[in-house]
């Protein structure tokens, strides 16, 4: 579901859309720019290599493989992963993309107006795959500065993958890290990810994480206040942007829940320009319900 059409901040010339379970819930959310002028993508090191969203059973991946077929989307079907059925793809303009059997993981809740029936909905996003040069330093970092586990290793397409996890770990409490010292550093681009955004519960438990990554000789940014949440960013070491969000107030604090993502929202520093942001925008021409 889209649940917030609003603008880039940085960038009010870009939309920035929300995409999410029914209510837009924390560790649900892929979200996207749009800049149609820029370059396309050159996958390397220093990136997020690949989003795998999961979705509730074996059952559910049958559905989602006749779904891409009827869209005409080219996927490498149902592979084993760690355990788990995975299907790999590749959206239109390059992103890649991975759905993963996580029947083991609540998730988020379906959006009820959706084509996709409930019980093959995406649940939220199950695990990012990062590529790097050097798999020390990214991992000094996942480890000491944010509290991750190594916890187990796999390989896909010859390549050897090491497996962190927090918390309970499993679906929604993963990242995935690939080294590959012979890739070029990526350029992003359209197809590209921008950033992996963390979850913290509450304005005090985010101030502590910045103090953390500070300590640790990150470069970290001041909290800047969303409106619909608060974020820090650093880069890690080995080039990959992360950013630590709260988890409110959240998307209903303008909206509606019945009608989030219906109408361009703004924050309100930004309300005042609406006419000339507004201006400045592409019309957004919606896909149809049912594809």
Same mark, same amino acid.
């Given at each position: 579901?889209?649940?917030?059409?609003?603008?880039?901040?940085?960038?009010?010339?870009?939309? %920035?859309?929300?995409?999410?379970?029914?209510?837009?819930?924390?560790?649900?959310?892929?979200?996207?720019?749009?800049?149609?002028?820029?370059?396309?993508?050159?996958?390397?090191?220093?990136?997020?290599?690949?989003?795998?969203?999961?979705?509730?059973?074996?059952?559910?991946?049958?559905?989602?493989?006749?779904?891409?077929?009827?869209?005409?989307?080219? %996927?490498?079907? &149902?592979?084993?992963?760690?355990?788990?059925?995975?299907?790999?793809?590749?959206?239109?303009?390059?992103?890649?993309?991975?759905? &993963?059997?996580?029947?083991?993981?609540?998730?988020?809740?379906?959006?009820?107006?959706?084509?996709?029936?409930?019980?093959?909905? &995406?649940?939220?996003?199950?695990?990012?795959?990062?590529?790097?040069?050097?798999?020390?330093?990214?991992?000094?970092?996942?480890?000491?500065?944010?509290?991750?586990?190594?916890?187990?290793?796999?390989?896909?397409?010859?390549?050897?993958?090491?497996?962190?996890?927090?918390?309970?770990?499993?679906? #929604?409490?993963?990242?995935?890290?690939?080294?590959?010292?012979?890739?070029?550093?990526?350029?992003?681009? &359209?197809?590209?990810? %921008?950033?992996?955004?963390?979850?913290?519960?509450?304005?005090?438990?985010?101030?502590?994480?910045?103090?953390?990554?500070?300590?640790?000789?990150?470069?970290?940014?001041?909290?800047?206040?969303?409106?619909?949440?608060?974020?820090?960013?650093?880069?890690?070491?080995? #080039?990959?942007?992360?950013?630590?969000?709260?988890?409110?107030?959240?998307?209903?604090?303008?909206?509606?829940?019945?009608?989030?993502?219906?109408?361009?929202?703004?924050?309100?520093?930004?309300?005042?320009?609406?006419?000339?942001?507004?201006?400045?925008?592409?019309?957004?021409?919606?896909?149809?319900?049912? %594809?």
């Amino acid at each position: 579901r889209l649940v917030k059409k609003t603008v880039n901040q940085d960038d009010v010339s870009a939309y %920035h859309l929300f995409y999410g379970d029914e209510t837009g819930s924390p560790g649900t959310e892929v979200t996207f720019f749009d800049w149609p002028d820029a370059g396309p993508h050159r996958p390397g090191t220093g990136e997020v290599a690949t989003i795998a969203l999961g979705v509730p059973g074996r059952p559910a991946l049958q559905y989602w493989t006749d779904r891409l077929d009827r869209a005409g989307i080219d %996927h490498q079907g &149902i592979e084993e992963y760690g355990g788990r059925g995975m299907i790999r793809f590749t959206d239109p303009e390059g992103q890649r993309l991975a759905l &993963i059997d996580a029947s083991d993981w609540p998730g988020g809740s379906p959006w009820r107006e959706s084509p996709v029936p409930a019980e093959f909905a &995406i649940r939220g996003i199950a695990f990012v795959a990062l590529v790097v040069r050097d798999l020390g330093p990214t991992e000094a970092v996942l480890r000491d500065v944010l509290g991750f586990r190594r916890a187990a290793e796999r390989a896909l397409d010859g390549h050897r993958r090491i497996v962190f996890e927090t918390g309970p770990g499993g679906p #929604g409490a993963e990242v995935h890290v690939e080294v590959r010292p012979e890739l070029p550093r990526a350029r992003t681009g &359209i197809g590209g990810v %921008h950033h992996v955004a963390f979850r913290t519960p509450t304005d005090e438990q985010h101030r502590q994480w910045r103090e953390r990554v500070a300590v640790a000789g990150l470069a970290v940014t001041p909290v800047i206040d969303r409106y619909y949440f608060r974020s820090l960013y650093f880069r890690e070491p080995g #080039g990959v942007l992360f950013e630590i969000a709260t988890d409110g107030p959240g998307f209903a604090v303008d909206e509606d829940p019945a009608h989030l993502g219906e109408r361009l929202a703004l924050p309100p520093f930004l309300e005042p320009y609406r006419a000339q942001i507004e201006a400045g925008l592409r019309p957004l021409v919606p896909a149809e319900q049912g %594809h």
